[in-house]
């Protein structure tokens, strides 16, 4: 039987082999991992991992429970959920949470075919490879984060988004809208795309007709804010305030402001921590008792606070220079240093690291750094470059022949960019690292198209 190809010129056996083939790889990722959190924590794991542990305790309406402790103020909760199942199915046992996440990634990897597939088939079978092997989803994947499904959402309702433009059904742009709901409470960081994609459904189906337009545009906006809007009303009649989450103040005082700050005036980032710590606890110690106890929003609202009275004294110069070091920095970060195994070798923390200008910084993080550390970053680096070099040939070669798409995926990777600023690390590019595949899988398809054609003349 001949397998039909799929609207965007994927064939159901060649997405069957990519998702087998990306499952295979992470799970021989994890099994190469050191057991237990040395091989699947980074920054937050422990927080998601021991609230997924007190959601199956107290029951999984414990979240929504304003009497308990602070769990339902500090992250958003479907990754919480996520590992609740995962606890329930396999008990505490994070190689099985992470083979769990593993699946889930092998998903995105066709996924990501799949929206290559509206390119051409070449460039769907290319994208497809390189998902299944590349580091940055292999080595995520395999820790306790909540990247791997949000990046899984997220694509599912952009295919699901494309699929609702092809086809003008309701009911399409309705279930996209649930997925991109859902990777909004998986992590807020694509949650200012909210606007931008009604307006881009309502575009794409005005040919059909306005009212097609306007009901299915108003189905996927009712379906996306539908469960962050019921986080957003219990967190005001709780908390009084309209915020997802409570990561803003701190996010933006401990890591957004160091960055600025030291770019500013040279102050170590690390010493900027500590003052604006002190400042937060000297508040916190002046805020009178009929206020109650100091809820994560409390925190969150005195954080924002300080961080505005000390951005506001920055000269416009280290906003823009910070954006951009964080731009590039985050562009060139090889995946690599990630991995727990490369994470374990002696190094500094380049967060702490402080020099004066960005590069005497790079050196002395360099010569602080261990010998099989820095040769991984090395090794690191030289992938990064390659695929950077296929990552811009593709880009212009889909500015010349897919405009469209071209333009789309660099705003993808610009949207990402500016999110994160000056917060650096893998980790935070992972939701444009799609569109960086797609780049450097039409640059190998071209490349490969040249050299079959310059092979053509040679025997001729």
Not at 14 to 19: G, K, M, S, V
Not at 165 to 181: E, Y
Not at 307 to 331: D, S
Not at 394 to 419: D, M
Request: with cysteine; aromatic share 10%.
């Amino acid at each position: 039987m001949n397998s039909s190809p799929t609207r965007g010129g994927i064939e159901p056996r060649l997405a069957l082999a990519i998702f087998l083939a990306a499952l295979a790889v992470r799970l021989v990722n994890i099994l190469l991992l050191p057991d237990g959190a040395a091989g699947h924590f980074l920054d937050d794991s422990h927080g998601y991992w021991d609230e997924a542990a007190i959601l199956n305790d107290r029951g999984w309406l414990y979240w929504w429970d304003s009497t308990g402790s602070a769990l339902p103020e500090r992250r958003p909760p479907l990754y919480m959920y996520f590992l609740a199942v995962s606890r329930a199915l396999f008990g505490p046992s994070l190689a099985m949470a992470a083979a769990l996440q593993a699946a889930v990634d092998a998903g995105s990897c066709v996924l990501i075919a799949l929206l290559a597939g509206r390119i051409d088939a070449t460039t769907a079978r290319w994208s497809g490879a390189l998902a299944a092997v590349w580091p940055a989803l292999v080595i995520h994947s395999a820790l306790i984060v909540s990247d791997s499904l949000l990046l899984f959402l997220f694509l599912l309702a952009i295919a699901l988004g494309l699929r609702a433009a092809d086809t003008g059904r309701i009911g399409t742009a309705t279930a996209s809208g649930f997925a991109f709901g859902f990777a909004v409470v998986t992590r807020n960081v694509i949650q200012f795309l909210y606007p931008l994609a009604i307006l881009a459904l309502f575009f794409a189906l005005r040919r059909r007709g306005l009212r097609r337009a306007l009901i299915s545009a108003l189905a996927f906006a009712i379906a996306a804010a539908l469960l962050p809007g019921t986080i957003i009303q219990r967190n005001i009649a709780n908390f009084d305030t309209p915020a997802l989450t409570s990561q803003t103040g701190a996010h933006v005082l401990n890591w957004v402001l160091p960055e600025i700050r030291y770019l500013a005036d040279g102050t170590p980032p690390d010493t900027s921590r500590a003052e604006h710590n002190r400042i937060l606890e000297e508040r916190l110690a002046a805020r009178p008792e009929a206020d109650g106890p100091a809820t994560s929003f409390t925190l969150d609202r005195l954080m924002r606070g300080i961080a505005a009275e000390q951005m506001r004294e920055l000269p416009f110069g280290a906003y823009l220079k910070a954006w951009l070091v964080g731009a590039v920095t985050n562009l060139a970060a090889p995946p690599i240093i990630s991995d727990p195994r490369v994470r374990a070798l002696p190094k500094p923390s380049f967060a702490e690291t402080a020099g004066d200008g960005a590069r005497d910084r790079i050196e002395l993080y360099l010569a602080k750094s261990d010998g099989a550390y820095l040769a991984s970053l090395l090794f690191g680096l030289a992938f990064a470059a390659l695929a950077g070099a296929a990552q811009l040939w593709g880009a212009v070669s889909l500015l010349r022949t897919r405009p469209w798409i071209a333009l789309a995926c660099l705003a993808l990777i610009a949207y990402v960019l500016a999110v994160t600023g000056p917060v650096t690390g893998p980790k935070y590019r992972l939701p444009a690292e799609p569109a960086l595949i797609v780049f450097a899988a039409a640059g190998l398809a071209d490349l490969a198209r040249r050299l079959t054609l310059w092979r053509g003349r040679v025997r001729t």
